[in-house]
């Protein structure tokens, strides 16, 4: 067990490396630079700014090294645990970074549990009403869950809820909370807002989940083990719930490893719809502007994110299935 | 695209020589819901196709003065009569406290739909030139032609709009699945068939591309594109960053089939008789996995036409005057111009339609697929 996960945080490392190379070369392939968009935007504005001025804020920003010494700083920073300084916002991108973060972490979470808790029991239930009208109304509605865009959903929401019932739900805070420090009050404010983003995040994540739990379940429904517990006379329920139902949502954890991916993505588009304050809109903002060292950073910590939800589901698995623990010896 | 069903009578003794793509087609045919969806890809297909002559107006024609007109949805009755199908004119009325423009439908003009009339001037399929159109409203004064899924905020006919951005959502699709595909098989197959050191490398690579959060990378991708491009180039750039991390799914799929295949024993066979690599890959192999390959390409290209409309509607992916479902929604960004002319919306039901139908035309042929189904 210990080996297994020793050999998986070993990868790390190395997989790192390769994304920040992978963010850089990304962040460094639009023609030009910050500095290139930040005149022409002057330009636009009818200001307009002389040579040595650029010169010194490209030197003060680095942007006249070689490339392969831009990484270089660029890494050992992040290494020192600096991520550096938007250029667009002239601040720290911890400071522009933190909080959205943690938002962004949130909803990510609140979306997972909800997926569960709702996509379970669908599975269950449609998996032991096989071919009855209830299984068809899931089937029916996984299907459009799968195929309805998530912004499109969220459009649809906001407009019904506008249309309907007048109410105004962008955002994750009131105007009175959105700039305020943390407190009780805020947080309760935040609860209060995050359900809708939740529920239209994770829709086409709880059909999909909902499908393979159907799937395994009908699987381990006629094995043996479960004729033999109906045969002894477990009331039917019993029987699912504390047998084959446990084998069958074993691999719902496996899915975590792409499930918080496609949930960091997905967040990324509601955000933008709904005008979450998430990490979201400021990685489009700083890739329209190039402001190249926050996207980069940003889409490193995305990277992060997604090898950390691989490892904790790699470590569930492992946990659940003795055969995967074994695989290390 | 339809064999004639095998007669009634030797069904029985057919069963036993049918190739393994007709017998996929009989387990195919069982699913009827599949089936349908097969005929709306189909029709959505010939939409892509032509979509000039489905259009009742000329996708690009601007006209300040007619925007955001609501939908002239067909009427059927008139007067309480059941009718030939005729939309009604509209009229715009200035609010004069908000000075927005009011639509209002005029009950006393009718114009009757009409069927293969004469339109704007175009080339079918890009050849031949003609100006019949499927639908429209030949005896309109000019400028009020009417708009059946209204008009946006350049005043350009939604419908029309909506035609020829079917034929640039569904071919992203299409040609990004195509290289996905072909990227899949080579390396997959690669994998699968040599194993050892190449199928190592193949499968880590797959595995770095995998743990890449798609959206973030596709965004960075797509803003890299130079804005000066011209339409074309950036529609295939496109096609070509979505095909970039969606072939891992299928070089999965095509490796796994090669390794359980290469122990079977035609194949063991086929080699001890001294068949060359290339016959046991190509005639051999191949043939007993294609059916599904057909069917995780099926499933692929509606989570690529998904992948299109979400970058063009951050404004990262196709741009006006390109015009696709990703690019159309773009015009319903935000709350404000959704509340606006909720028909902008329109679009995203065309979306989930094609990529429902896709989906469950590929679960059917899934199905159908494996010869282990009951």
Redesign the interface.
């Known amino acids: 067990m210990h080996w297994f996960i020793l050999k998986r945080l070993l990868i790390i490392p190395f997989?790192l490396l390769?994304?920040s190379v992978?963010?850089f070369v990304?962040?460094q392939?639009?023609?030009g630079d910050f500095l290139t968009s930040y005149i022409a935007e002057l330009a636009q504005g009818g200001t307009t700014i002389d040579q040595a001025q650029i010169d010194a804020l490209r030197r003060q920003y680095g942007l006249d090294r070689p490339i392969y010494m831009q990484y270089l700083l660029w890494v050992g920073n992040l290494l020192q645990g600096d991520l550096g300084v938007s250029l667009e916002w002239r601040r720290a991108n911890v400071e522009l970074i933190g909080e959205r973060l943690v938002l962004t972490l949130a909803l990510t979470t609140a979306s997972l549990i909800f997926t569960w808790a709702v996509a379970i029991p669908i599975g269950i239930l449609s998996a032991t009403r096989q071919y009855s009208a209830l299984d068809y109304v899931f089937t029916v509605l996984n299907?459009?869950g799968?195929?309805?865009?998530n912004?499109?959903l969220a459009?649809?929401l906001?407009?019904i809820a506008?249309?309907r019932f007048g109410m105004?739900v962008?955002g994750l805070f009131s105007p009175e909370y959105a700039q305020a420090p943390w407190s009780w009050g805020r947080f309760v404010n935040l609860l209060q807002h995050l359900w809708l983003p939740m529920i239209v995040l994770g829709v086409a994540g709880t059909a999909q989940i909902a499908r393979v739990v159907r799937a395994n379940l009908l699987d381990e429904l006629g094995k043996p083990y479960s004729e033999m517990a109906r045969a002894k006379g477990l009331p039917e329920w019993k029987l699912v719930l504390k047998y084959p139902t446990r084998v069958a949502i074993a691999p719902v954890i496996s899915t975590l490893g792409?499930y918080v991916?496609?949930l960091?993505?997905?967040g990324?588009?509601v955000s933008?719809?709904m005008?979450l304050p998430t990490i979201g809109p400021l990685?489009?903002r700083a890739?329209?502007g190039q402001d190249m060292y926050l996207?980069g950073t940003?889409?490193l910590i995305?990277?992060v994110?997604?090898?950390i939800g691989?490892l904790i589901s790699d470590i569930l698995l492992a946990l659940l299935d003795p055969r995967i623990r074994m695989e290390g010896n | 695209m339809i064999a004639p069903p095998p007669a009634k009578g030797d069904a029985g003794s057919a069963v036993y020589v049918a190739p393994a793509w007709k017998m996929t087609w009989w387990r195919f045919r069982r699913h009827k819901l599949a089936l349908v969806c097969l005929w709306v890809v189909g029709f959505i297909t010939l939409i892509a196709l032509m979509p000039e002559f489905f259009a009742t107006q000329d996708p690009f024609a601007t006209s300040a003065r007619r925007a955001y007109i609501p939908p002239q949805t067909l009427q059927l009755t008139h007067e309480g009569r059941l009718t030939w199908p005729f939309v009604y004119g509209v009229e715009g009325q200035r609010d004069p406290r908000t000075l927005r423009m009011e639509w209002v439908a005029d009950q006393e003009t009718r114009y009757p739909l009409q069927l293969f009339v004469r339109g704007f001037p175009y080339r079918l399929f890009g050849l031949i030139p003609t100006d019949r159109h499927l639908l429209g409203f030949a005896d309109t004064p000019p400028g009020a032609t009417p708009n059946l899924l209204g008009t946006d905020r350049l005043g350009r006919d939604q419908w029309s709009r909506l035609m020829y951005g079917t034929r640039i959502s569904l071919s992203i699709g299409l040609v990004a699945v195509a290289i996905s595909t072909v990227l899949g098989i080579l390396l997959g197959g690669i994998s699968g068939y040599y194993g050892g050191l190449t199928d190592n490398l193949i499968q880590r690579l797959i595995e770095?591309l995998?743990?890449?959060?798609?959206?973030?990378?596709w965004?960075?991708?797509s803003?890299?594109l130079?804005r000066t491009w011209p339409v074309t180039w950036v529609y295939f750039a496109i096609t070509v960053i979505l095909a970039l991390l969606g072939w891992t799914r299928l070089a999965r799929e095509v490796r796994g089939r090669f390794l359980s295949l290469r122990e079977e024993d035609f194949v063991v066979a086929a080699r001890l008789v001294g068949a060359s690599q290339g016959r046991i890959i190509f005639s051999h192999m191949v043939p007993s996995f294609t059916s599904h390959i057909i069917a995780a390409v099926t499933l692929a290209i509606?989570l690529m036409i998904?992948n299109e409309?979400?970058l063009s509607?951050?404004?990262?992916g196709l741009r006006p005057p390109a015009i696709s479902w990703g690019v159309l929604?773009q015009e319903?960004?935000?709350?404000q111009s959704?509340?606006n002319a909720?028909w902008l919306?329109i679009p995203?039901l065309f979306?989930?339609?094609t990529?429902?139908t896709l989906?469950?035309l590929g679960d059917g042929l899934r199905d159908a697929a494996d010869p282990y189904s009951s």
Request: proline share 11%; with cysteine; charged share 0%.
């Open positions: 997989l390769i994304f992978i963010s990304l962040i392939a639009p023609p299907y459009i799968l195929a309805t865009p912004f499109l459009l649809v906001m407009w506008f249309d105004t962008t792409w991916p496609q960091l993505s997905g990324l588009v933008v719809v005008s990685l489009l890739l329209i996207a940003i889409i995305f990277c994110l997604t090898v691989t | 770095l995998q743990a890449l959060p798609p959206i973030p990378i965004l960075a991708l803003a890299a130079p509606p998904l409309t979400f509607f951050l404004g990262l929604l319903a960004q935000n709350l959704v509340v909720p919306l995203g979306v989930i339609v990529v429902l989906n469950i």
